[in-house]
């Protein structure tokens, strides 16, 4: 609950603004080999497109059929849709019989999970509620819910525990939170007839972080929520009445960073004690994931970091911001915007989170994007797509160091890239629609290591362009439409 999110997820790029993920000459597996780098026009160095492979080999698809990869879980399954079948299957990432979790194809309608995946039916468009199904590959596929509003749920680090809603109001203002084994063979009702709140208001904010649930629940005509944590027995305990926007958590669900409606924000402990005045003029933060600080924007558009202790005095990282996205995994940079465009994009920038250095400008044009992460693994380099077209949402898709440097063009036709093993970038290149006839998109596959400064390599050509990765982060996993070995679901390792 920690994760500052507003870039695009691949998965979900239609829902963050960035353009909605493609649907569809014979893609190609093909194994690592040597490929040619080359300079753009710009003289910046260009990997992505030049890269080669030499050697065609005939890979066996994990499953075979007219497939769309949607996910992998931390357990290594591969969640993706079958749309002959139009059904959302499962299946391990070593191999065996998938498993049918749903029967619809509407991807707005999937939650995965780290573990757990939540799959609604027949949603009513006016509630924004319908039957839920849970996975989990412990506990299979279990009905959750027959009027579960999308897309509140969450899960337990371990998977073990899930929570959702359910006999949401025709309405979709009211319902009642569930907490459960991801198995669903206990639950218990934490609260009912909980304020959802709408777009007018304020939205409810639902999940899990360390052993609590905690519920920010609407109130009644106000922008305001009202915060309460439930231990996994159901007692309640109060955090606040006052929470203007969305609130933050600790991975460890030891710490609830909050923003009241007066602008005050407060770090409150859950072992007790007395809650800790950060600042008093804030319109947007977010809480480290260990809790160690907290990142947030000031209502005059000031980029701050600040201690938890709230001890040391907060630092100053940029002025004139309007957002601010991820953090990098060791926490040590956050990437942030100034100016939003007219089609929603916005220029790039980073800064390090203890102010050593100054901004660093990545695209300097409101038409730049993340579309999947944001850092590389080991936080040393930014990605990012700029130039975006409006006609595939496509652009050039560049990565370069936080410490300053030039940067390196990947790829001119990109809509993701993901963050891999020991640094390493996995992304697609030359995204297009071969027919109109044709259900899915084309792209071609590229794995580099910006650290050793060799050409990319091309992983698979002509591929279905959603892609995913392990939970090693050392594979890929992505679906072909017409392969060497046949349509289907293929894992290849970088």
């Known amino acids: 609950m920690a994760n500052l999110r507003r870039v695009c997820l691949f998965a979900l790029v239609a829902a963050c603004g960035c353009g909605p993920v493609g649907n569809g000459a014979a893609p190609s597996v093909v194994a690592p080999g040597p490929a040619g780098g080359a300079k753009s026009p710009s003289g910046i160095a260009q990997v992505g497109p030049k890269s080669a492979a030499v050697t065609s080999i ?8 007219n497939l769309r990869v949607v996910a992998a879980t931390a357990d290594d399954w591969a969640i993706y849709q079958d749309l002959a079948a139009g059904t959302l299957d499962a299946v391990p990432l070593a191999g065996g019989a998938p498993v049918e979790i749903s ?43 027959t009027a579960a509003a999308l897309p509140m749920v969450g899960e337990s680090a371990d998977g073990t525990h ?43 904010q639902l999940g899990i972080a360390g052993d609590h649930v905690f519920l920010g629940a609407c109130s009644e005509g106000s922008e305001s929520a ?45 072992a007790g004690g007395e809650s800790r005045l950060l600042d008093d003029n804030v319109a947007a933060a977010a809480l480290f994931g260990d809790g160690s600080a907290a990142v947030y924007q000031t209502s005059d558009g000031a980029l ?17 911001v309007e957002s601010f996205d991820q953090l990098s995994p060791d926490g040590r940079q956050v990437m942030f915007e100034t100016v939003t465009g007219d089609d929603g994009y916005t220029d790039l920038q980073v800064v390090a989170t203890d102010g050593s250095q100054s901004p660093l400008l990545l695209d300097p044009n409101a038409d730049g994007c993340v579309f999947g992460d944001a850092f590389t693994t080991d936080s040393l380099r930014a990605l990012y797509v700029s130039g975006i077209e409006t006609q595939n949402y496509t652009g050039t898709l560049a990565i370069r160091p936080v410490g300053g440097g030039a940067a390196t063009v990947l790829g001119t036709g990109s809509r993701i890239a993901l963050a891999a093993q020991l ?59 017409v392969a060497i070995a046949g349509p289907g679901l293929y894992v290849l390792p970088l």
């Open 58 to 65: 005939v890979v066996a698809p994990l499953v075979a059929g």
């Open 103 to 145: 029967e619809q194809l509407d991807r707005g309608l999937i939650v995965p999970g780290r573990h757990v995946v939540f799959a609604w039916e027949s949603v009513d468009p006016a509630s924004q509620a319908g039957a839920l199904r849970i996975w989990s590959p412990s506990g299979g596929v279990r009905q959750a819910a």
């Open 162 to 204: 899930v929570v959702f809603t359910d006999r949401v109001a025709p309405d979709g203002t009211h319902g009642d939170v569930i907490l459960a084994s991801a198995d669903l063979a206990t639950r218990i009702t934490l609260s009912s007839d909980v304020a959802l709140g709408d777009e007018s208001t304020c939205t409810a």
């Open 226 to 270: 009202t915060v309460t944590a439930f231990d996994f027995t159901g007692v309640a305990r109060a955090i606040s009445s006052d929470s203007n926007g969305p609130f933050s958590v600790d991975d460890a669900g030891s710490q609830v960073l909050i923003l009241d409606g007066s602008g005050a924000l407060s770090l409150i402990p859950m």
């Open 304 to 320: 701050r970091r600040r201690d938890a202790s709230g001890s040391v005095p907060a630092i100053t990282l940029a002025s004139g």
């Open 423 to 481: 640094g390493q970038v996995v992304y697609d290149d030359g995204f297009a629609f071969p027919a109109v006839s044709e259900i899915h998109a084309r792209a071609d596959l590229h794995v580099v290591d910006p650290a050793l400064g060799a050409p990319a390599r091309l992983l698979a050509s002509q591929a279905d362009p959603d892609i995913a990765l392990d939970a090693a982060r050392a594979r890929v996993i992505f679906t072909s439409s």
